[in-house]
């Protein structure tokens, strides 16, 4: 453990500097890191971390071939597999969710990439929602240079033109959106500021900063700005609102090593419906490929027509406490 404390005490210097001054006090900001740190450090020795450390590199590498591929604009098939509402040509999972579960299976599934991402980030998730049954599954792509000129007000906006596009192409009323990262983040401003939550049925964020995040530090742009604790613009988020109808479901993991504190990709907030479930030992890059993060995409989108209020939602392995705040 002398070696692990050593490095995040290392990075702790690092990024000290820029850290003094610009949130509250530097020793409060130094702790949380050094408490990020450690919480990374220690689920990446637990034989789950080691795997999902693992996992990691392997879908980085992945995503390095796959970037090309996701840089072209993904063609809106809105009639999916429900064109002619045939069943015969379906695997029996496919054919399931769409006798027992129509309006899950038809409403249109939107996929909101992180900063300097693209679509190819969910390569993976769209083809398991595709495989499941849902017909309609469109991952969206914002510019690359949102990373450097970008705001998240401004992404709201433009996301929910491109909604509202979705939704008159397909004849749908709402949408149910999954986004990774600041996608996530630039979803919840479309919902709970520029009421979005007429379009938005469910929102599932990966991994998303919505406490900000102390890595945001290390790159001076107006996007990444936004994304530190304290910021205008989650302060913002933060203000008391009008009742959500938005159903929220947030994914993160003790393992994030781009969310410092992981702790701050938790959504606690007094108008919005959240159920929150915490995943031990997945990065950040591979949340949209953790099969325990599909099975809450899954499980939220199909049930969020049931008219229940679910409470508590039962821990699974790899999942810590799940409630609704």
């Given at each position: 453990?002398g070696d692990?404390?050593?490095?995040a005490?290392?990075?702790?210097?690092?990024?000290?500097t820029?850290?003094?001054?610009?949130?509250?006090?530097?020793?409060?900001a130094g702790?949380?890191?050094?408490?990020g740190?450690?919480?990374?450090?220690?689920?990446?020795?637990?034989?789950?971390?080691?795997?999902?450390?693992?996992?990691?590199?392997?879908?980085?590498?992945?995503?390095?071939?796959?970037?090309?591929?996701?840089?072209?604009?993904?063609?809106?098939?809105?009639?999916?597999?429900?064109?002619?509402?045939?069943?015969?040509?379906?695997?029996?999972?496919?054919?399931?969710?769409?006798?027992?579960?129509?309006?899950?299976?038809?409403?249109?599934?939107?996929?909101?990439?992180?900063?300097?991402?693209?679509?190819?980030?969910?390569?993976?998730?769209s083809?398991?929602?595709?495989?499941?049954?849902?017909?309609?599954?469109?991952?969206?792509?914002?510019?690359?240079?949102?990373?450097?000129?970008?705001?998240?007000?401004?992404?709201?906006?433009?996301?929910?033109?491109?909604?509202?596009?979705?939704?008159?192409?397909?004849?749908?009323?709402?949408?149910?959106?999954?986004?990774?990262?600041l996608?996530?983040?630039?979803?919840?401003?479309?919902?709970?500021?520029?009421?979005?939550?007429?379009?938005?049925?469910t929102?599932?964020?990966?991994?998303?900063?919505?406490?900000?995040?102390?890595?945001?530090?290390l790159?001076?742009?107006?996007?990444?700005?936004?994304?530190?604790?304290?910021?205008?613009?989650?302060?913002?988020?933060?203000?008391?609102?009008?009742?959500?109808?938005?159903?929220?479901?947030?994914?993160?993991?003790?393992?994030?090593?781009?969310?410092?504190?992981?702790?701050?990709?938790?959504?606690?907030?007094?108008?919005?419906?959240?159920?929150?479930?915490?995943?031990?030992?997945?990065?950040?890059?591979?949340?949209?490929v953790?099969?325990?993060?599909?099975?809450?995409?899954?499980?939220?989108?199909?049930?969020?027509?049931?008219?229940?209020?679910?409470?508590?939602?039962?821990?699974?392995?790899g999942?810590g406490?799940?409630?609704?705040?």
């Amino acid at each position: 453990m002398g070696d692990v404390q050593r490095w995040a005490r290392s990075l702790v210097d690092r990024v000290g500097t820029g850290l003094n001054g610009a949130v509250g006090t530097g020793a409060a900001a130094g702790r949380d890191l050094l408490d990020g740190a450690l919480g990374v450090a220690r689920a990446a020795l637990s034989p789950g971390g080691v795997r999902g450390a693992v996992v990691e590199a392997a879908w980085l590498a992945s995503r390095a071939a796959l970037y090309p591929w996701g840089v072209v604009e993904e063609q809106l098939r809105p009639e999916g597999h429900l064109r002619h509402y045939r069943t015969d040509q379906l695997s029996p999972r496919t054919r399931g969710l769409v006798v027992s579960a129509m309006d899950a299976a038809g409403t249109p599934i939107v996929l909101v990439h992180g900063i300097g991402d693209n679509r190819s980030a969910f390569a993976v998730l769209s083809g398991a929602l595709r495989r499941r049954g849902f017909g309609v599954v469109h991952a969206v792509n914002y510019s690359v240079l949102t990373a450097l000129t970008g705001d998240v007000r401004r992404s709201a906006a433009l996301l929910g033109e491109h909604l509202e596009r979705i939704c008159e192409q397909t004849g749908s009323e709402r949408v149910h959106v999954v986004g990774h990262s600041l996608g996530g983040l630039i979803a919840r401003y479309y919902v709970q500021r520029l009421h979005g939550d007429a379009r938005v049925r469910t929102l599932v964020t990966l991994g998303t900063p919505h406490g900000g995040t102390l890595s945001a530090y290390l790159f001076p742009t107006a996007l990444t700005r936004q994304l530190r604790p304290g910021s205008d613009l989650l302060s913002e988020l933060a203000e008391p609102c009008r009742p959500c109808r938005t159903r929220f479901v947030v994914v993160w993991s003790e393992m994030d090593q781009v969310v410092i504190p992981q702790r701050n990709a938790r959504l606690e907030h007094p108008s919005l419906l959240v159920e929150e479930h915490r995943i031990r030992d997945s990065g950040h890059l591979s949340l949209p490929v953790d099969r325990r993060a599909l099975q809450a995409v899954v499980t939220a989108i199909t049930r969020s027509d049931d008219g229940v209020s679910h409470g508590i939602v039962p821990a699974r392995e790899g999942f810590g406490g799940s409630g609704v705040t």
